[in-house]
C-alpha cells in the first residue's frame, strides 16, 4: 500500500495548485506562528542556496519540520508517517505541502529511491537523522539516511539546531504554547566520498554520519544558547 500511496503523494506534489497550497500555507505559518513561538534564526540563507539539498535537523516536535520551511522561499520536501496518508483530507494537504509517506519502523528503501529521485531534480529535502522525535539536548545515535542519500545525489547536508519546539509543542498537546524557539543551521557539509577511490561503502557512510552527529550536536547547542537570551 505505502508504494501506491508514495505514486499518489509523488504525483499531487508535483502539481502547479500544490505550489500555491504550500505557499499559502508557509505564509500562514509566518504570521500566526512564528509571532507566538517568537522564533528566531541564524545563518537560514544557506537554505536558499540553489540545487539539491539535505536538510537534517534535530527532530524534538511535529513543529520543527514547519519552522524550518518558514526561514526560506525554498519549497521543503519531507518524509512522512504513513498513516497520514490514509485520510483522504490530510492525505491531499500532506501530498500538496511535499510530503512523502514512509513506514514508520521499516527501511523504506522505495522511500529513500523516491527521495534519491526529488533530489536529483535539484529540490531541498528534510531528513530527520535521528528517525523520530527526541527529548533533550543530546543528539546521538544517528541514521544513515542522509549520508546515503548525499552519497548517491551529490547534495550537500545542512545540519541544523532547533530549540524551544518541545516546549511549544510536547508529545500529546492539543495545542501550541507560547515560547521561544532558535533555530540553528551550520556550514553545509559536502557529500560523503570514497576512501578507496572507487563506490562510497558502510564505512564511508558510517565516518560521514559520525561528523553530522558532531556538527549537528554544534547547530543544537548554538540553538539552545540563542533561545535564552
Not at 12 to 26: A, C, I, L, N, Q
Not at 50 to 70: E, K, N, Q
Not at 199 to 216: I, Y
Request: with cysteine; aromatic share 4%.
Amino acid at each position: 500500500m505505502t508504494r501506491e500511496l508514495r505514486e499518489i503523494a509523488l504525483d499531487r506534489g508535483d502539481r502547479r495548485s500544490s505550489m500555491w497550497v504550500y505557499k499559502t500555507v508557509r505564509a500562514l505559518l509566518r504570521v500566526l506562528v512564528n509571532p507566538w513561538v517568537r522564533t528566531r534564526s541564524v545563518n537560514a540563507e544557506v537554505i536558499d542556496q540553489p540545487g539539491p539539498l539535505i536538510l537534517a535537523p534535530v527532530h524534538r516536535s511535529h513543529l520543527d519540520s514547519a519552522l524550518i520551511a518558514t526561514q526560506t522561499e525554498r519549497r521543503i520536501r519531507a518524509l512522512g508517517k504513513e498513516s497520514l496518508f490514509t485520510t483522504p483530507g490530510v492525505s491531499y494537504l500532506c501530498a500538496a505541502l511535499g510530503a512523502i509517506p514512509v513506514r514508520r519502523g521499516a527501511a523504506d528503501r522505495d522511500a529513500l529511491s523516491a527521495a534519491k529521485a526529488l533530489l536529483e531534480r535539484g529540490e531541498a529535502m528534510i531528513v530527520f537523522p535521528e528517525g523520530t522525535r527526541r527529548t533533550g539536548n543530546d543528539v546521538v545515535d544517528l541514521y544513515d539516511g542522509a549520508a546515503w542519500l548525499a552519497a548517491r545525489t551529490g547534495a550537500p547536508v545542512v545540519p541544523i539546531g532547533v530549540a524551544g519546539t518541545e516546549r511549544a509543542l510536547p508529545p500529546g498537546a492539543k495545542r501550541i504554547y507560547r515560547s521561544y524557539v532558535a533555530i540553528a543551521c551550520g556550514e553545509p557539509l559536502p557529500a560523503p566520498v570514497a576512501s578507496n577511490g572507487k563506490k562510497v561503502n558502510r564505512a564511508d557512510m558510517a565516518s560521514f554520519t559520525q561528523e553530522l552527529q558532531a556538527r549537528l550536536q554544534d547547530a543544537q547547542n548554538e540553538a539552545v544558547a540563542l533561545a535564552a537570551r
